[in-house]
């Protein structure tokens, strides 16, 4: 991104199973409370069980049955952003507005039962067709706050919701917006369930990212959103700033669909992308909101990477209290990273107990005071995608 503006945060919100707001899941991960549980928004079939990190539907604030789960998720998440943020809808009839979403599963067509029904010889009923059709996660936004900036859904696997901050950071760089609502939406799915069991990285406990004897993800679902602002925007709506977008870097590894390069080619590549326009180095970096899986392979060479680039960087891994949500991944640590700096504490890797010899680092095992400026929140995708944003604190930090 070149130096064109500076981006401000001006709201930050999150839904996922840790908890209905930002601070809620803060407050969760410091006391290290959650736990996944069997499925219950599907019928599982497999012979074992792989628990979830569901969203309890009361954290869903006026849900329609006319939209997706991953649209409603979306939805509550973009208002409670506003909300925080103290702006309201008349703020933006001046300003150009726009909306960048990342999305997996939101993307998918998750109708099974409807497919079912097809296959027996009979007719089922339409409405999961025109519910899916209905729920572009970035069209939603538009429709909902009548806005004309421009507008785009990325899907991009588990780097999704990165990409999508990282991209609207840039509409505001280059002068094409006032404001952006950036972000990430996923929800749990059948389909996802059993492909990540089939690919035999799914864990039958709760995951224990970058322990020694970690086997396996868990699946979650939620929402996360940026208030992306300009400069200009900033001076018109005198909003408080939690914080600006420094750095975003993307790189592909082309080396396997769904295995990282053992070398962390692409994660090393996507950095020096991010740093590249700052005026930091790696040693300004307080705090690393990581990938963190559970996953064998993830770990293993995201942990290399750490290692050889910040070895002395506190990092956390915080899909022990969400799971892996996959499209909004990215998007919801990038929030938590943020808070981290506001709160100027960072939350524990839940799961973690003992170094794997082969990777010869350790994330934060309790919850850690610490003052951070500076944070990196890094994804790793399917297909090769890595992409790191770069946060600055704001006022007071």
């Known amino acids: 991104m070149s130096d064109l503006g500076t981006i401000n945060i001006i709201g930050a919100a999150c839904i996922c199973a840790a908890g209905a707001t930002l601070d809620d899941c803060m407050d969760s991960m410091l006391a290290k409370r959650g736990a996944p549980v069997a499925p219950s928004l ?4 497999l ?33 409670d952003a506003f909300t925080g943020s103290g702006i309201s809808h008349k703020n933006l009839e001046s300003l150009k507005v726009g909306v960048c979403i990342g999305t ?22 339409l409405d999961p067709i025109h519910r899916y059709l209905k729920s572009n996660p970035a069209d939603i936004i538009v429709n909902q706050y009548a806005l004309d900036g421009p507008s785009q859904t990325v899907v991009n ?33 059948e389909i996802s369930y059993n492909g990540f069991a089939s690919l035999k990285i799914t864990s039958p406990e709760p995951c224990r990212p970058f322990d020694k004897d970690r086997s396996g993800l868990n699946l ?17 709506l005198s909003p408080r700033i939690r914080g600006k977008v420094l750095g ?26 991010a740093f590249k326009n700052t005026t930091l180095g790696y040693g300004d970096i307080d705090f690393i909101n990581v990938h963190g899986t559970g996953t064998p392979t993830n770990d293993h060479v995201e942990g290399l990477a750490l290692q ?16 892996h949500t996959l499209g909004a991944a990215g998007a919801i640590e990038a929030a938590f990273t943020l808070a981290c700096m506001e709160r100027g504490e960072l939350p524990p890797s839940k799961g973690f107990a003992e170094v794997d010899p082969g ?39």
Not at 42 to 45: D, G, H, T, V
Not at 308 to 323: R, W
Not at 363 to 371: F, L, V
């Open 220 to 236: 979650g679902e939620g929402a996360g959103v940026l208030l992306l602002a300009s400069d200009n925007a900033v001076d018109k």
């Open 42 to 45: 599907f019928k599982c079939e």
């Open 104 to 125: 997996s599963v939101g993307a998918s067509l998750s109708f099974l039962d409807f497919y079912r029904t097809w296959k027996q010889g009979r007719h089922p009923e």
């Open 308 to 323: 050889e680039i910040f070895p002395t960087t506190p990092y956390s891994a915080t899909k022990g209290f969400t799971g």
């Open 359 to 397: 990777i010869g680092c350790r994330p934060i095992a309790e919850r850690t005071q610490k003052s951070c400026r500076y944070a990196l929140s890094q994804s790793l995708a399917f297909g090769g995608n890595n992409s790191v944003l770069i946060l600055e604190g704001g006022e007071g930090i």
């Open 248 to 273: 975003y870097g993307t790189f592909g590894d082309a080396h396997h669909l769904t295995a990282p390069h053992p070398k962390a080619r692409g994660l090393k590549m996507a950095l020096k992308a």
């Open 47 to 79: 012979t074992e069980i792989y628990p979830v990190f569901e969203v309890p539907n009361e954290f869903i604030n006026n849900s329609s049955p006319h939209l997706t789960r991953t649209a409603n998720l979306l939805r509550a998440t973009v208002d």
């Open 157 to 189: 696997a588990c780097t999704s919701g990165t990409d999508a901050i990282g991209i609207g950071a840039s509409w505001i760089r280059h002068g094409l917006c006032d404001i952006v609502i950036a972000g990430g939406t996923d929800e749990l799915s």
